[in-house]
């Protein structure tokens, strides 16, 4: 599962990185959630450039009568992305990347979960698989959204999750954009576990559990023996 991250470069870098052609509307985010909006990259559908959009994380089929059913689709299995209702034709026809710079998930100790940050070993900024999706609501205002696909972990996640986001190295980028590609086996084949020898993770405060931190702190090295001494002392007094 991939169900927070970070991504905390600013709209110029962005635009350069991933050569977007439109305006890119960002400022660095350190722990975005599901429902919020979010950068992705799209591909025009008739001309070979790529367009920056803001999307609601949860994707809502074009199909379906409830917007809600977005917060039960930010994640994309890739074992049936190409079966599941939901997903088959963005597979096909509307694939994104969505930028970051590093996702987080939690590690059980006992009773207790400790987050940790997962970024490439040399903090590069990077982008995970995604699908989109249009959809239409009953008074006609139009909802962009999109959902992250997942894989199998790789063993640097191993310990800490059954799932990881897929990171698709920058050789897929235009595979996985071109609109006119429809080869649902060909694209499956893209999605596979990162290589764990080119990330890094390492803990994090609890500040990131809660959705309304949203500054560097979050994302910030945690010494969990200097952490644990703390506690320790605290308790003590």
Known sequence: MCGRYRLSRR????????????????????????????????????????????????????????????????????????????????????????????FYEWKRDGRNKQPYCFATRDDSLFAFAGLWDRWRAADGTIVKSCTILTTTPNALMADVHDRMPVILPAGDYDLWLDPGFHNAATLCDLLKPFDSSAMRRYPVSARVNNVENDEPDCSAPLDLAVSTTAQATLFEQ
Not at 25 to 40: E, F, G, H, L
Not at 77 to 101: G, I, M, N, Q, Y
């Open 11 to 102: 709209a110029q870098v962005l635009r350069d990185h991933f050569g977007v052609e439109t305006e890119v509307d960002w400022s660095p985010r350190y722990n975005i959630a599901p429902t919020q909006p979010v950068a992705t990259i799209h591909q025009h559908r008739s001309q070979p450039k790529r367009e920056f959009s803001l999307m609601r994380w949860g994707l809502i089929p074009y199909w379906s009568k409830d917007a809600g059913i977005g917060a039960r689709m930010i994640n994309a299995r890739t074992e049936t992305v190409a079966s599941k209702a939901a997903f088959r034709e963005p597979l096909l026809h509307r694939r994104c990347l969505v930028p970051a710079d590093g």
